[in-house]
């Protein structure tokens, strides 16, 4: 069964950065947008950044605006989230998920997350 698979997630203090992963087991995720989203216990599910298939369209939810930043490398099937300046409230499990044409609608394909944990 095709679905992503997701890293980088761990334990980071307030003001530190991650770098999460993404990639795609038996398809090319070039083919897809990819938006990560997150989710914390007791709380919605937060559409975090989408980036468009060929990475020139990117979009970001308020929350994380000038903190977090989205990008892809197609030649090694990867799209990573950029996450700096971490904020307690920013603590969730984080997924990423595969849209055939853009961060609309029902995504395609997903995987099972990674844990971001902003604690001092």
């Known amino acids: 069964q095709p679905h992503l698979v997701e890293s980088g997630g761990g334990l980071v203090q307030p003001g530190g950065s991650l770098r999460l992963s993404c990639t795609a087991s038996?398809?090319?995720?070039?083919?897809?947008?990819v938006r990560w989203f997150r989710q914390a216990p007791g709380k919605e599910r937060e559409g975090v950044s989408c980036?468009?298939?060929?990475?020139?369209?990117?979009n970001y939810a308020d929350s994380v605006k000038g903190r977090f930043t989205i990008s892809r490398d197609n030649a090694k099937n990867m799209v990573y989230l950029q996450m700096n300046s971490l904020k307690p409230e920013d603590t969730a499990n984080y997924f990423c998920a595969a849209y055939p044409g853009v961060c609309e609608g029902l995504f395609e394909y997903r995987g099972q997350g990674t844990q971001v944990t902003v604690s001092s």
């Open positions: 980036i468009s298939k060929t990475g020139i369209s990117l």
């Open positions: 038996e398809f090319p995720l070039n083919f897809y947008a």
